[in-house]
């Protein structure tokens, strides 16, 4: 893995990697902070033309067709409100995101796997209450030991996490690319410094 360790798990649409418009729910908030809901430049106008979003903000380039020059889209927001999901699926993603890219032994960042606290070889099962981002190294040196086995602590228990918790986690992890016209969008409802 050659760049960043949290960014190699977000993919995005090809079109996405020039021109992305960022998508807002109905109520002006983005759909997902990370990874961050973005579309393709096609696929923004493609739902504007369908009447299922409205552009707020357009880039400068713009794109032509033989009869028509439409300004590409830098926002969108939804017509119709998608409610947020209540229930946060068990991913290697939402795992590593709940435990702040970080092994929860030691506290490295990178090369990240994950261990089941209590081991499946003495009952452990597979859920977000026994499962913990964990580096390598530590994931190797716990092994199908207990914590007490082998001397070794967690920085927080693992538990399940709310989706709001999540949505506001990954607001600390910014991809590596803001569009000036989303940061009105982007962090609207952040609390402000006094």
């Known amino acids: 893995m050659d760049g960043d360790f949290r960014t190699d798990f977000v993919r995005q649409p090809a079109g996405a990697r020039h021109h992305p418009a960022l998508v807002l729910n109905a109520d002006y908030r983005p759909l997902s902070y990370y990874p961050l809901s973005l579309w393709s430049w096609q696929d923004a106008i493609k739902a504007a033309y369908m009447d299922r979003v409205d552009i707020v903000a357009e880039y400068d380039q713009v794109v032509r067709s033989p009869s028509t020059e439409i300004r590409i889209p830098s926002v969108v927001v939804l017509r119709d409100y998608v409610k947020p999901q209540k229930r946060v699926a068990f991913t290697r993603f939402n795992l590593f995101l709940r435990d702040e890219f970080i092994c929860q032994y030691c506290g490295s960042k990178g090369d990240l796997t994950f261990d089941h606290v209590i081991p499946r070889a003495a009952g452990g099962v597979t859920s977000w209450q026994n ?64």
Request: contains cysteine; glycine residues 4%.
């Open 131 to 194: 499962v913990v981002a964990a580096c390598s190294p530590c994931n190797l040196r716990k092994g199908s030991k207990s914590l007490q086995q082998t001397h070794m602590h967690l920085r927080k228990p693992p538990r399940q996490p709310e989706a709001e918790e999540l949505r506001n986690m990954g607001r600390k992890f910014p991809p590596n690319h803001l569009h000036e016209s989303w940061m009105d969008f982007l962090y609207w409802d952040a609390e402000l410094e006094a």
